[in-house]
């Protein structure tokens, strides 16, 4: 018969059809197949997270309108003529993707009676206040800190001053007089919010003050004004009639915030489009276009695309993973269909052809196993990825990919079975001989050598630069991912060729058993040895990695969250405008603080820190790793000074012993001090000193910016805050500290092998189920000779269970163990940031490794009972007589 004949007989033509009778082989080769098609298909959709999450989190501090198009005119006397037309001709050339306008106009520093006041006008501002007294009018709303301090009500009149200058046709100057505008309401002061409302962010700079005023800092002794608002037709008869310059600004944010780097980048030349358009047509060459979107959208292209080096590896080696999975399916395969195998070889089937049948016979296992896959990676991205956004390209690429996996993988399980056949067609191989000398050799070294001569080669630099204008970011080494993954799977494959051997030889040795069970699985393990071993080798390699991964990216986060706190102090923050009194919601878990910089102790500058001894070492950060005299330990000493002096504590390199601090015209206060290696919250690289609340003088006292750091989650002490009143500059939180720096993608791809080793229970149970199917008929004719011979039923269950579980739980411990082993080793190259204190914070991830343990182990018991029950019901004349 020619050869391609065999496709038309029934063996090859019902072979898709076979494996529904096998509907556990057929689950297990589905999996296994999901299992390889997963991280190929997932790695397109994690670079397109990675970059939305960048742009994400780098946007969350941008006002919205300034994210997205800002068309500000300069201060002038109000036409409403030339304001309409600038309003039009802004709404002609707005670009796609762009929400509606908002139109503001603004007066600055203007004259209200013997005061300054900043004005702003903007329609639909009633929904974006608290409203204390009065109601909707023609005139001003007044904040209610600024009506108090003047003794203002709704009804009452202010004078307004013009200073809009104008000349007569004579070259005389135009004077006008005061005006008078009613005040309809009384709202609650801006400032007193801890946050801003995204309505009022592009100009929050009128009642919060620029960042130098808020944060205390040069300049903090110009004083913010008050806010006045009115709608914007009110605002345009007001300015008119007052005769007061005015600014106008026209803001459009994105429609959504929801975009992906492609998107962001598409809008981005949209809006810089729109704002040529505009310079063209401008009605003053003076007017202000503003934008914070390209240098974003630039940011989160360059992650996207520097993140593929190591994504890809990482993508690439969960793509082996599965793959020697499938491989491992092929082998089961002819080993559970042996006989039928046989019978066709006996009638001239050659292994080439077998191959074919093996991989028509799984191809609709492969094709559902690839679409779960597929549809499996786009669920993990959106789930535990950085961001749940993704682009169509992605999306078509992820497609491609995990149709490429699947033809890859039905590809491997054929030859792979086709080469398991050989044996059985018969056909001589003169080179079986050599082939069996070289599998013997310990081949899996040269992946240690390699792993060995790449880390010494592969450079130890963590941050390089990558573009240009778009700053630096961290690359984590390729050598933290590719060395510990060549180093467990020739570790896991030495470990299971000399297991076999140690295997073999011991049960081959010792007959004597304490009990039948032991013999049994004695026995079966001498006669099943490489098939458990390779039961355990599958589990193990996935564990290592899974553990590792999970470690990797622990460790990288704890270390970053403890710098960051470090960094700021404490969880939380907050700088205060004007000094308030903890309050009693945050009472035990907050501390008042004075910060003041610029302080001069003997021939240094320090930040000054002046706090509640009693309490602060409860609620600031500290790592006992930092100096062996603990916070606690040295803010106990600021409570019963020496004889000598008032009691200081100081960061390095601050030395012990007497010191002298001045600032400004302050006397000079004698200090006992105290160093240690480091204090929380460095500012500038200046050293840290830390004194009693009492130690302050006048000038000092006056000059302090108040700060209250708390611990705890922000949320609800955000809401504490604002429900106590307090005015707040500034509410800081230690975890946004890396939220938009070149740090964030470390966590990003760190992350990313996390979510890939959440295949490690799955790749177990696939193991695990293809090793019952290939034993199956055996534990049959076994279980069937037993009972013949007087054991009971219960006696085999655990035998099962031993056998099933041993090789479980051998891989498991053996993952385990390099794991930990792996991260203790290149604990040090975590560290994203060497230089900063505490240093690295090595975490392991006990949870998900009991939760994974605890998964494996129960379905070890829920398989080994499911068969223990298949067994039951085994007939003796049917398992005699099976011949498949």
């Not at 062996?628 to 012993?657: K, N």
């Amino acid at each position: 018969m020619a050869r391609g004949g065999w496709l038309s007989l029934a063996p090859w033509r019902r072979a898709p059809l076979l494996l529904l009778r096998r509907p556990s082989v057929a689950v297990a080769i589905a999996v296994a197949t999901a299992v390889a098609v997963l991280p190929a298909a997932a790695g397109p959709l994690f670079l397109s997270s990675a970059g939305s999450a960048t742009l994400r989190a780098r946007s969350a501090a941008v006002c919205p309108a300034a994210l997205g198009s800002q068309v500000i005119a300069p201060e002038r006397a109000v036409d409403p003529a030339v304001l309409a037309a600038a309003v039009t001709q802004e709404a002609q050339a707005a670009a796609d993707g762009l929400g509606d306008p908002a139109v503001t106009l603004v007066s600055a520093q203007v004259a209200v009676g013997d005061n300054r006041v900043n004005i702003a006008g903007r329609s639909g501002f009633e929904g974006h206040v608290q409203r204390i007294a009065g109601g909707p009018g023609h005139g001003l709303w007044l904040p209610d800190r600024f009506a108090a301090e003047h003794g203002l009500r709704p009804g009452d009149t202010l004078t307004i001053s013009p200073n809009v200058e104008a000349w007569t046709a004579d070259g005389r100057r135009q004077v006008w007089q005061p005006t008078a505008v009613p005040v309809v309401a009384i709202y609650r002061d801006l400032r007193d919010r801890s946050g801003d409302d995204p309505f009022w962010c592009g100009i929050a700079t009128l009642y919060r003050g620029d960042p130098a005023q808020q944060a205390g800092g040069l300049g903090s002794d110009v004083p913010v004004l008050d806010l006045l608002l009115a709608d914007r037709a009110t605002m345009l008869a007001v300015a008119s009639g007052a005769h007061i310059q005015t600014a106008q600004r026209i803001e459009r944010a994105p429609a959504t915030i929801d975009l992906t780097a492609s998107e962001a980048t598409r809008l981005a030349a949209g809006i810089t489009a729109m704002h040529d358009r505009l310079r063209t047509t401008a009605y003053d060459g003076r007017i202000l276009y503003r934008t914070a979107l390209p240098p974003l959208a630039g940011r989160a292209a360059l992650v996207e695309r520097e993140l593929r080096g190591t994504v890809l590896p990482i993508s690439a080696g969960g793509l082996l993973v599965g793959l020697s999975v499938v491989m491992a399916a092929g082998a089961f395969w002819v080993r559970r269909r042996e006989r039928e195998l046989v019978v066709l070889a006996t009638f001239g089937a050659t292994a080439r052809w077998l191959g074919v049948k093996a991989a028509l016979e799984a191809l609709p296992a492969l094709a559902a196993g690839a679409a779960g896959g597929w549809a499996l990676a786009r669920l993990l991205v959106t789930q535990v990825g950085p961001s749940s956004d993704v682009s169509g390209a992605a999306l078509a690429q992820s497609l491609i990919a995990a149709v490429s996996g699947f033809l890859v993988a039905t590809a491997v399980l054929g030859v792979t079975a086709g080469v398991a056949c050989r044996p059985l067609t018969g056909v001589p191989s003169p080179e079986a001989r050599a082939r069996r000398r070289l599998a013997a050799a310990p081949w899996e070294l040269l992946l240690l050598a390699a792993a060995a001569g790449y880390w010494s080669t592969g450079g130890d630099r963590s941050m390089v630069r990558l573009g240009s204008q778009y700053g630096t970011m961290v690359q984590i080494p390729a050598k933290l991912l590719v060395v510990p993954m060549l180093a467990i799977l020739c570790l896991c494959v030495l470990g299971a060729r000399l297991a076999t051997a140690a295997v073999r030889r011991r049960t081959r040795t010792t007959t004597a058993a304490r009990s039948a069970v032991r013999l049994l699985y004695r026995r079966r393990l001498r006669h099943s040895a490489a098939a458990a071993v390779t039961l355990a080798l599958i589990t193990a390699v996935p564990v290592a990695v899974a553990v590792y991964g999970a470690t990797a990216t622990g460790t990288v986060s704890a270390t970053l969250a403890a710098q960051a706190r470090l960094g700021a102090g404490s969880d939380v923050v907050i700088t205060l405008a004007e000094p308030g009194v903890v309050p009693a919601a945050l009472a035990g878990r907050a501390t008042p603080v004075l910060r003041l910089d610029y302080v001069q102790l003997d021939d240094q500058q320090v930040s000054l820190l002046a706090v509640d001894p009693a309490t602060f070492a409860r609620d600031a950060y500290w790592d006992d790793r930092l100096d062996d005299t603990t916070l606690a330990e040295a803010t106990r000493a600021l409570r019963a000074p020496p004889g000598g002096g008032l009691a200081a504590v100081a960061s390095a390199p601050v030395p012990d012993g007497a010191a002298t601090m001045t600032f400004g015209g302050d006397a000079p206060v004698e200090l006992d001090v105290t160093s240690l290696a480091a204090l929380p919250a460095p500012r500038g690289g200046y050293p840290v000193l830390l004194v009693d609340r009492a130690a302050l003088g006048e000038e000092a006292l006056a000059r302090a910016v108040p700060q209250l750091w708390v611990r705890g989650d922000p949320a609800p002490i955000r809401a504490a805050v604002d429900a106590a009143g307090l005015r707040v500059a500034v509410f800081s939180v230690a975890d946004d500290r890396h939220a938009s720096t070149f740090y964030q993608p470390v966590t990003y791809t760190f992350a990313y092998l996390s979510a890939l080793s959440l295949l490690t229970a799955t790749v177990a149970m696939v193991g695990f189920l293809l090793y019952l199917e290939s034993r199956l008929r055996v534990l049959r004719r076994g279980y069937v000779m037993l009972r013949l011979m007087g054991l009971r039923s219960a006696v085999q269950g655990w035998l099962l269970l031993a056998e099933f579980a041993g090789s479980l739980v051998a891989g498991c411990a053996a993952g385990l163990g390099l794991a930990v082993t792996a991260a203790v080793t290149v604990r040090d190259q975590l560290n994203v940031d060497p230089a900063a204190a505490p240093g690295t914070v090595l975490s392991f991830p006990w949870s998900v490794l009991a939760g994974l343990l605890t998964a494996v182990s129960c379905f070890a018991v829920l398989v080994a009972a499911v068969t223990h029950w298949r067994l039951t019901r085994s007939r003796t004349s049917e398992v005699l007589g099976d011949i498949d």
